[in-house]
T-cell receptor, first 114, second 111 residues
């Protein structure tokens, strides 16, 4: 089974703190994604990466950056957390090469910024 | 861009059949996913449709009409554990095949 692991399930951070959300997948997938999920807004893509050291902005990249130094690991960084970044963050991965490749999600990280 | 529309909430009775609709507007449509998400958990894959017609998988079936920009997820013999959010997601050739998700339909199954 594909496993996507997010290291932190629940975090509480202060406004202005730097926050790292880590994600690791064990299926040698080329693509990795970070989404945030908010009530009434659904899943929105923040950033994705299709290869090591490659990254592309999604729909809502402002206030976020990412790092992909190794194929299995994709990190989401909040340089200076703000209260409007309180949300559930979902990491995902998939194979490349076409539209039929299933996206596999991690369990999610609940971030509260106070 | 892509526009995906699905009902916000539905309720149904245990043992019944429910149909969750999804309409979409996109250029370069490629395929449509359905995911299930229980509260506090990760979305899990249910089905993928790329051609018109019905795909059946146990109690769950998914239908696609590309000409109408329409899909539905059909759940039969509903069980309490089917209470969850159901997400419709569309991929398009212009979007690097990355799925764009609808806002999800919260299904409540009651006894």
């Amino acid at each position: 089974d594909v496993k996507v692991t997010q290291s932190s399930r629940y975090l509480v951070k202060r406004t202005g703190e730097k926050v790292f959300l880590e994600c690791v997948q064990d299926m040698d997938h080329e693509n990795m994604f970070w989404y945030r999920q908010d009530p009434g807004l659904g899943l929105r893509l923040i950033y994705f990466s299709y290869d090591v050291k490659m990254k592309e902005k999604g729909d809502i990249p402002e206030g976020y950056s990412v790092s992909r130094e190794k194929k299995e690991r994709f990190s989401l960084i909040l340089e200076s957390a703000s209260t409007n970044q309180t949300s559930m963050y979902l990491c995902a991965s998939s194979l490349t090469g076409g539209s039929g490749n299933t996206i596999y999600f991690g369990e999610g990280s609940w971030l509260t910024v106070v | 861009g892509q526009n995906i529309d699905q009902p916000t909430e539905m309720t149904a009775t245990e043992g019944a059949i429910v149909q969750i609709n999804c309409t979409y507007q996109t250029s370069g449509f490629n395929g449509l996913f359905w995911y299930q998400q229980h509260a506090g958990e990760a979305p899990t894959f249910l089905s993928y449709n790329v051609l018109d017609g019905l795909e059946e998988k146990g109690r769950f079936s998914s239908f696609l009409s590309r000409s109408k920009g329409y899909s539905y997820l059909l759940l039969k013999e509903l069980q309490m554990k089917d209470s969850a959010s159901y997400l419709c997601a569309v991929t398009a050739t212009g979007g690097s095949y990355i799925p764009t998700f609808g806002r999800g339909t919260s299904l409540i199954v009651h006894p």
